[in-house]
């Protein structure tokens, strides 16, 4: 038979118990609420991300975009017809996107990377690779496979690479690849002599 003072010293543990359980689980969905992002696009086209909600900004999940997993993909039957189309000999070329990979985000504050385009197979003669950066045809067509870009601007973009004869029409395209450009800060702005 209990007592009454082991019946109160129980109902002390269960009630620190408790109060231990209450308090681990306030804390912990301050850190929640504490770690919201938020992602918006200005009138520029620049996306921000910020802890601090403003107009026209939608909760950002960055825990899908920050997992360090590998995808090995085979392509849909879609993905396939979308980057290999006929040319007038008949051969089927495939265009792809080596690097960046999808959804990569790449850091440079001067707003550099570089780009690798697969063509398989070998690229016929006289044929040239266009990189698309933002449906906007980047630089002049190459033969080379590697671009380097220069003078990006932060935020999110696409990138598209095409097959093209000699008289300007397209063989084969890659499906377009999303990246991510981040600068760390802005370009310093001249400042005014006295």
Do not use: C
């Amino acid at each position: 038979m209990i007592n009454q003072r082991e019946l109160l010293m129980r109902t002390q543990l269960h009630i620190s118990w408790l109060l231990s359980a209450l308090l681990l689980s306030l804390s912990l969905s301050g850190v929640v609420i504490a770690n919201t992002v938020y992602r918006w696009v200005d009138d520029n086209g620049k996306v921000h991300y910020s802890d601090t909600p403003v107009k026209n900004a939608q909760v950002f999940d960055s825990k899908e975009n920050t997992r360090n997993q590998v995808k090995v993909t085979h392509g849909s039957a879609q993905d396939k017809h979308q980057s290999q189309q006929v040319s007038a000999a008949g051969i089927q070329y495939q265009v792809s996107i080596v690097s960046p990979t999808e959804e990569a985000t790449l850091r440079d504050n001067n707003g550099e990377f570089s780009a690798r385009v697969s063509v398989m197979p070998e690229t016929p003669k006289g044929s040239l690779i266009r990189l698309i950066l933002d449906d906007q045809p980047y630089g002049q067509a190459q033969t080379s496979v590697n671009f380097n870009l220069k003078a990006v601007e932060r935020g999110e973009h696409t990138l598209i690479a095409e097959l093209i004869s000699q008289s300007g029409k397209v063989l084969a395209s890659s499906p377009s690849r999303r990246i991510f450009l981040h600068q760390a800060n802005l370009k310093s702005q001249a400042k005014p002599k006295s």
